[in-house]
């Protein structure tokens, strides 16, 4: 699926058809690594897209066990549950494959655990990277920004707001990957914003939430469970992290990118994006952090789940 287009970038480079499915869809920084890697080491697209993707996530799980103890200090067993209940998510296995999720996850944590520590330059970098990986990269500026100028003033409410912006400049950098693909796209084929006009040809138009769910509940059964299912537990998830009091930041980024995901007529892909929104993790770990019972009753559904959609998945079924 997807793997198959960022080895078809890395071998022939970019393409477009505003007809016909084409590669400029696909954002460049998870392609270019793999670039980067084969030259020099000269192993094969396969393994270094799964080297890269692997090693994303193993770092994206070490990261979230630390931003989590930022708010969940030792000995709260908070952290530690949350990286398990990513790594034993159903679609944790994409992480794995040649695509951009765990990619994308790691980065995303790092640019909020960067906030976190007012590390405002590794922030800007961290999201920078991240928009080169997915255009959905860019709701990262909402919780970076409410980190850079609500949560400071509450926390040091004497600075002014141009002592704010000397020090927080770095966070502008975050739209330059994105802002780097759309020059590259003008400059190839004429459209700064051919990303978006190919995504006609995978026929993902934008629609309302509800007139996506009545195009899924027109799919086959189970399959139409499962989608809208999967949007359920993510608002529901939701809904629980303001109960929970997860980080005010970390639930307006939940937010935005379930509303993204729920804005086209395309549910097919839903349950793969929501897999890198990280406060879901929290609060599910939060929710479960005083029963050892209802923990390992959510691991081992999670772990279920995830084995008979890994099995579907390298049987040569669409999943996500």
Known sequence: WDAFWYARIVQHGYDFSPTTQSSVAFFPLLPLSISVLRLVTGMGTALAGFLISNLALLVAAISLRRLVELDFPVP???????????????????????????????????????????????????????????????????????????????????????????????????????????????????????????????????????EGMEIVSRYPVPYNYFLVGSALVALGLLILGFGKRIRLSYQLYAAGILALCLSTAIWESVPRYLSVVFPFYMTLAAATARSETLYVMVLALSTGLMTICLNLYVCGYFMA
């Not at 912006?165 to 780097?180: E, K, T, V």
């Open 76 to 210: 709260s067993r908070v952290p530690e549950r949350t990286a398990w209940l990513l790594l034993l998510c159903p679609m944790t296995f994409f992480h794995s494959a040649v695509y951009t999720e765990s990619l994308f996850l790691m980065l995303s944590v790092a640019a909020l655990f960067f906030a976190r520590k007012r590390l405002w330059a590794s922030a800007g970098l961290a999201a920078a990277l991240l928009t080169a990986t997915h255009a959905r990269g860019v709701f990262i500026l909402v919780p970076l920004l409410w980190e850079a100028l609500v949560e400071t003033r509450k926390e040091h409410p004497e600075i002014t707001g141009s002592r704010i912006f000397r020090s927080r400049w770095w966070l502008l950098m975050a739209p330059s990957g994105l802002l780097m693909f759309t020059t590259y796209l003008q400059l190839r084929f004429g459209d700064a914003f051919a990303f978006l006009h190919a995504q006609v040809a995978y026929h993902r138009e934008l629609a309302t939430p509800w």
